[in-house]
């Protein structure tokens, strides 16, 4: 049985690489087109299972080609898609990535069947939820949905961790049934009203909000690295530098290995590292899922740059 139920959005990406995104009215010629499994949720679910850690999705995809595809996909990094309905209502859903030369992205997303995720679909399925540790959603499904698996989640007594992508206003309740929140730059300036620009407006917008309820509250800083605050006090963990690729699924990365870190207890310092690693790990390879590093991986990346503990602020 999963240790972690992962609930949240399939996507097929479709990529295009270009030199730069082209102006209002511009037609570019691209460098490559690739058809990829992604969604911030089925991206997460394998970036957990990629890193060796029993997990199982629940979501939504289309009675078509991609959803079976993504399905497919899953179960080759060791995801358990039970849980993943074919819904004939809705295609699956779609996100247009756009990758510069850079290796920043644009991206457009059309949720189609990830908005027929259901609290019933997620009632259907309490059984595998009741038997796993951990529930890791984010914000591509309908919030109804979230927060009532959240619940469900939390009367089963399992640890939650939220990664609210794309931002959307949170209620106190649901604030309040968050253990782990995981939020990037942007997110984090529009959920605590807190401008960020640098480690130190990071920090008090983790403060802010973990004034809401969450124990844990991570702020991820791009190639800066990551701010990790819980009763503990501040971490802050630097990244390494790599030559940027593609940085696509990187913060899903980050949120697959920090949940799995937390699963084995590791200590907070230890466990901030190592979802770091594996977000830095992710920026070196093209495209979302087959981006995601594999524990050994992250080990030997770890290894390779030991010495570089978070720094407690």
């Given at each position: 049985m999963p240790d972690v139920v992962v609930v949240g959005s399939l996507n097929m990406d479709?990529?295009?690489r270009v030199q730069r995104v082209p102006q209002a009215g511009e037609t570019l010629t691209g460098d490559h087109f690739e058809t990829i499994p992604g969604g911030k949720g089925a991206n997460q679910a394998a970036a957990v299972g990629r890193l060796g850690c029993p997990v199982a999705m629940l979501g939504c995809v289309g009675a078509d080609a991609f959803g079976e595809?993504?399905?497919?996909?899953l179960q080759r990094m060791g995801v358990d898609v039970s849980g993943v309905a074919s819904v004939s209502s809705q295609p699956t859903g779609t996100a247009t990535i756009l990758v510069e030369g850079s290796g920043e992205n644009r991206i457009v997303v059309v949720p189609g069947a990830n908005a027929s995720l259901s609290p019933a679909h997620i009632d259907a399925h309490e059984a595998l939820i009741a038997?796993?540790?951990?529930?890791l959603t984010q914000f591509e499904t309908p919030l109804p949905t979230i927060l009532h698996a959240l619940r469900l989640a939390r009367a089963h007594g399992l640890r939650t961790a939220l990664n609210p992508a794309p931002a959307a206003p949170i209620s106190d309740e649901l604030y309040r049934l968050v253990d782990v929140l995981v939020v990037n730059e942007t997110e984090a300036s529009a959920l605590s009203g807190?401008?960020?620009?640098?480690a130190a407006s990071a920090s008090r917008a983790a403060s802010a909000l973990q004034a809401k309820g969450p124990g844990i509250v991570a702020v991820t800083l791009g190639a800066r690295?990551?701010?990790l605050l819980s009763a503990e006090g501040l971490l802050d963990q630097p990244a390494r530098p790599v030559e940027v690729v593609d940085?696509?699924?990187?913060?899903?990365?980050?949120?697959?290995?920090?949940?799995?870190?937390?699963?084995s207890a590791l200590p907070l310092p230890d466990a901030l590292r190592y979802a770091v690693s594996a977000g830095t790990?992710?920026?070196?390879q093209f495209g979302a899922q087959p981006s995601l590093p594999t524990a050994e991986a992250v080990e030997a990346f770890q290894l390779m740059h030991a010495g570089g503990s978070p720094q407690k602020g």
């Open positions: 479709m990529v295009v595809a993504l399905r497919h996909n038997q796993a540790r951990f529930m807190v401008p960020v620009s640098d690295g990551a701010l940085t696509t699924a990187a913060g899903d990365a980050f949120v697959g290995a920090l949940v799995v870190a937390l699963r790990l992710a920026v070196t």
